[in-house]
Each structure stands twice: as structure tokens, then as C-alpha cells.
């Protein structure tokens, strides 16, 4: 699996927008970029993913850099909700039913 | 969309027991998962829980240790065996839809003493 690199932790003040990065610089071209988060106690949930054009839903959007090395989550106003890890993933498009393969991912504190 | 439960949320066991894991999802899943959350670290696989013929265990894994049953399309059973206290861990069920994307149970708490 092609493997993904992101900051251990960031800090976020409440209200203020939030860029999540990863780099991840051996994609292959049929790779989709997945992020999940995983809320205190709490099992991970999906969040959002794209293969090359920007994404966005009601949790947050998805920006794809234009040769796919990097991508970056934006959270448009971080609330003391958000706060939880946020992985990005890899994941081939062959096929739907693949295992999800976890990196270390970031740690996000959001500040009151 | 799936709703997975699992059974228990947490439990604490004596070293050398086994414990049993349920994994309830609310409709049928072809791909079944089971993963390992230890303390502070990320998720780790441990084996896809196969309908009808053996689960696939990921490196480092072994059935003698990590049994798993997948009796039908909605249910799924990890025991983990002969427990010591590096198996205390959230173990989590995962499925995953034809759409890629996954599910994950709440996870079960194991503290081994």
C-alpha cells in the first residue's frame, strides 16, 4: 500500500478554519484519498474522499493537489467537536470492498 | 449506510482466560474486519473475517491466538485466547459497503490483569 505522511498533532482555535495536510508522494493513479476520524472513545468514522478533483460535503472539503502528492482537509470552522485524530488513507479504486489501512494520523486539538 | 454493535463495550479478564467478541451489523456486508487500537497508537488489522471459509490474518496474527467465526452475512466473533496483559486493547469490528466506504463498531475495551 502507498503510504501517507501527516503532522502528529495540530492545535485549532474554535471557530477558525482548519488545514489538515498529507502528503502521500507514491499515489498511484488509481488511488483515492480517503479521511476518517476517530472521536475520544469512539470508533472512526468517515469523513470524505476524492480521486483528483476538490471535494466537498457537509463535514468538510477536500483540496487535491494537482499532481496528487498531497492533499489537505479543510474544516471550515472548527468546533470543540472536531477535536479527534484524522487519518488519510489510500485506497485503490479496484474493487469496494478493501480493508482500510491506517497510518498514525493527526491528532487535532481545537482551543476555546 | 451500516449500524454496527458490539458486544461487550468493555470488559476486564483474568490473564490466561479467553474472551469472545460480537459483532452484530444491521444489514448484510460481504467484507468483514477486526482490528487492534493499543494504547495511544492507531488501528492495526488484524484479519478480514471471511463468510464460509477461514478469516485472512495479517502479519503478525495467527488463529490459534485470534480465532474468528463469520457464521452469516450480519455477524462476526473474534476471540482473543489465553490473554496476557499486552492483548489490553480496544478491539473494533469494521465492514465496508460497495461504495468504499467503512464502518467501524464502538470497539471493545479488554483490560487483562
Known amino acids: 500500500d502507498a503510504k501517507t505522511t501527516q503532522p502528529n498533532s495540530m492545535e485549532s482555535n474554535e471557530e477558525e478554519p482548519v488545514h489538515l495536510p498529507c502528503n502521500h508522494s507514491t499515489i498511484s493513479g488509481t488511488d483515492y484519498i480517503h479521511w476518517y476520524r476517530q472521536l475520544p472513545s469512539q470508533g472512526p468514522e468517515y469523513v470524505i474522499h476524492g480521486l483528483t478533483s476538490n471535494v466537498n460535503n457537509r463535514m468538510a472539503s477536500l483540496a487535491i493537489a494537482e499532481d496528487r502528492k498531497s492533499s489537505t482537509l479543510i474544516l471550515h470552522r472548527a468546533t470543540l467537536r472536531d477535536a479527534a485524530v484524522y487519518y488519510c488513507?489510500?485506497?485503490?479504486?479496484?474493487?469496494?470492498?478493501?480493508?482500510?489501512?491506517f497510518g498514525t494520523g493527526t491528532k487535532l486539538q481545537v482551543i476555546p | 449506510s451500516a449500524v454496527i454493535s458490539q458486544k461487550p463495550s468493555r470488559d476486564i479478564c483474568q490473564r490466561g482466560t479467553s474472551l469472545t467478541i460480537q459483532c452484530q451489523v444491521d444489514?448484510?456486508?460481504?467484507?468483514m474486519f477486526w482490528y487492534r487500537q493499543q494504547p495511544g497508537q492507531s488501528l492495526t488489522l488484524i484479519a478480514t473475517?471471511?463468510?464460509?471459509?477461514?478469516?485472512?490474518?495479517e502479519s503478525g496474527f495467527v488463529i490459534d491466538k485470534f480465532p474468528i467465526s463469520r457464521p452469516n452475512l450480519t455477524f462476526s466473533t473474534l476471540t482473543v485466547s489465553n490473554m496476557s496483559p499486552e492483548d489490553s486493547s480496544i478491539y473494533l469490528c469494521s465492514v465496508v459497503d460497495r461504495n468504499t466506504e467503512a464502518f467501524f463498531g464502538q470497539g471493545t475495551r479488554l483490560t487483562v490483569v
Open positions: 473475517a471471511n463468510q464460509g471459509s477461514e478469516a485472512t490474518y
Open positions: 444489514s448484510q456486508v460481504t467484507m
Open positions: 488513507i489510500l485506497r485503490e479504486a479496484s474493487g469496494g470492498y478493501q480493508k482500510v489501512t
